[in-house]
């Protein structure tokens, strides 16, 4: 050949691994496609805003897989998202590592409904890879590619034990905040993210009742919720202040005083758990026993789910029956208060 020719096919020879490397560099990747969920890039159904939590989920999922891919030595991409992985990842988090997290080592072993949550993100994340044309890998579909939640062991607080606890009288202004705050979130069925974070626009009068009328910040829906009579004791407890509630704290600190609150107020019955040992009832009570509290109360006194469903804002009867927080010595207990009140209908039918 000539000098000329030889020249450009040893120059392309000799370039094709850079020229490789270019091509490689600017094509998608997975990791490239969760940077972009949890940049908040990749919105949801209809457009609609991801929340912070979410994409925090987000980031979790891809410090996960980042772990995965470095101690295993299993390259993560869309080709290689198959069952085989599926496997190998589950079994990787269930049996628990060591990383590296803000300059220490931590150990990391998850718990089922964590290594679920990854699972339900990944599959996202696929959806949209293949909906963008970046793979034709469909293996996360498969039926196997699943893993299955555990039943978490929450509580709920009755009708009257939520008044048993606001009228309950405490010589701490810091609990007594607590308190009435828990109480108010009982009352309205909120997230605490919203429950504690009421506007003074938030409360609108319509007619001669007042509502709290409110975007919630998980779901963006805006949700009406009438206000309870003691919810109306707490807004003229707390006038002085623009919203009428009681001041916010951090959820952290607000989960440590509401199971002082509890425990003082007398919540001490001892819970029957399926995933942990029993603990007395104050142990168990958190910001987001709140709002369960508030769904299964309702449920209990015969509210169609579907218009508690317009309340709380949730968009399926799937996700609300999560909040339902009946075990089964709950349910044997309404059946037999069924059974004799079925009973006593029939002997009276008998006598008359």
């Given at each position: 050949p000539l000098p000329g020719t030889l020249r450009k096919y040893l120059t392309d020879f000799l370039n094709q691994?850079?020229?490789?490397?270019?091509?490689?560099?600017?094509?998608?990747?997975?990791?490239?496609?969760?940077?972009?969920?949890?940049?908040?890039?990749?919105?949801?159904?209809?457009?609609?805003?991801?929340?912070?939590?979410?994409?925090?989920?987000?980031?979790?999922?891809?410090?996960?897989l980042q772990d995965f891919e470095r101690i295993k030595k299993y390259k993560i991409n869309f080709e290689t998202i198959t069952l085989d992985f599926?496997?190998?990842?589950?079994?990787?988090?269930?049996?628990?590592?060591?990383?590296?997290?803000?300059?220490?080592?931590?150990?990391?072993?998850?718990?089922?409904?964590?290594?679920?949550?990854?699972?339900?993100?990944?599959?996202?994340?696929?959806?949209?890879?293949?909906?963008?044309?970046?793979?034709?890998?469909?293996?996360?579909?498969?039926?196997?590619?699943?893993?299955?939640?555990?039943?978490?062991?929450?509580?709920?607080?009755k009708e009257n034990e939520i008044e048993k606890i606001f009228r309950f009288k405490l010589n701490n202004d810091k609990l007594e905040n607590v308190k009435d705050l828990f109480v108010f979130g009982c009352l309205v069925g909120l997230r605490f993210s919203?429950?504690?974070?009421?506007?003074?626009?938030?409360?609108?009068?319509?007619?001669?009742?007042?509502?709290?009328?409110?975007?919630?910040?998980?779901?963006?829906?805006?949700?009406?919720?009438?206000?309870?009579?003691?919810?109306?004791e707490i807004f003229k407890k707390y006038k002085s202040n623009p919203n009428k509630l009681p001041k916010s704290i951090s959820v952290q600190k607000f989960n440590q005083y509401i199971k002082e609150v509890c425990m003082l107020a007398g919540l001490t019955e001892t819970k029957r758990l399926t995933t942990q040992p029993d603990k007395p009832l104050y142990e168990c009570?958190?910001?987001?026993?709140?709002?369960?509290?508030?769904?299964?109360?309702?449920?209990?006194?015969?509210?169609?789910?579907?218009?508690?469903?317009?309340?709380?804002g949730h968009k399926t009867e799937e996700s609300f029956n999560k909040y339902i927080r009946l075990t089964k010595l709950d349910t044997a207990k309404r059946l037999s208060q069924?059974?004799?009140?079925?009973?006593?209908?029939?002997?009276?039918?008998v006598v008359a």
């Amino acid at each position: 050949p000539l000098p000329g020719t030889l020249r450009k096919y040893l120059t392309d020879f000799l370039n094709q691994n850079t020229e490789q490397a270019e091509l490689d560099k600017n094509k998608p990747t997975l990791f490239n496609l969760i940077d972009r969920f949890i940049a908040g890039e990749i919105k949801g159904k209809k457009g609609k805003e991801k929340s912070k939590k979410t994409c925090d989920n987000y980031n979790a999922t891809k410090l996960h897989l980042q772990d995965f891919e470095r101690i295993k030595k299993y390259k993560i991409n869309f080709e290689t998202i198959t069952l085989d992985f599926f496997d190998s990842y589950t079994s990787f988090l269930n049996r628990g590592y060591t990383t590296l997290r803000d300059g220490k080592n931590k150990m990391v072993k998850s718990k089922p409904n964590t290594i679920a949550k990854d699972i339900r993100n990944l599959k996202a994340f696929m959806n949209k890879a293949v909906s963008f044309g970046y793979t034709n890998n469909l293996a996360y579909k498969h039926d196997n590619f699943s893993f299955g939640e555990e039943e978490i062991d929450a509580v709920y607080i009755k009708e009257n034990e939520i008044e048993k606890i606001f009228r309950f009288k405490l010589n701490n202004d810091k609990l007594e905040n607590v308190k009435d705050l828990f109480v108010f979130g009982c009352l309205v069925g909120l997230r605490f993210s919203d429950y504690s974070n009421v506007k003074p626009e938030n409360i609108i009068e319509e007619g001669s009742d007042l509502f709290i009328k409110i975007k919630t910040k998980k779901a963006g829906e805006t949700v009406y919720i009438p206000c309870h009579p003691i919810v109306l004791e707490i807004f003229k407890k707390y006038k002085s202040n623009p919203n009428k509630l009681p001041k916010s704290i951090s959820v952290q600190k607000f989960n440590q005083y509401i199971k002082e609150v509890c425990m003082l107020a007398g919540l001490t019955e001892t819970k029957r758990l399926t995933t942990q040992p029993d603990k007395p009832l104050y142990e168990c009570v958190s910001s987001h026993t709140a709002r369960r509290s508030f769904a299964t109360n309702l449920f209990l006194e015969g509210f169609p789910p579907k218009e508690i469903m317009k309340i709380t804002g949730h968009k399926t009867e799937e996700s609300f029956n999560k909040y339902i927080r009946l075990t089964k010595l709950d349910t044997a207990k309404r059946l037999s208060q069924h059974m004799k009140d079925m009973w006593d209908k029939k002997l009276m039918r008998v006598v008359a």
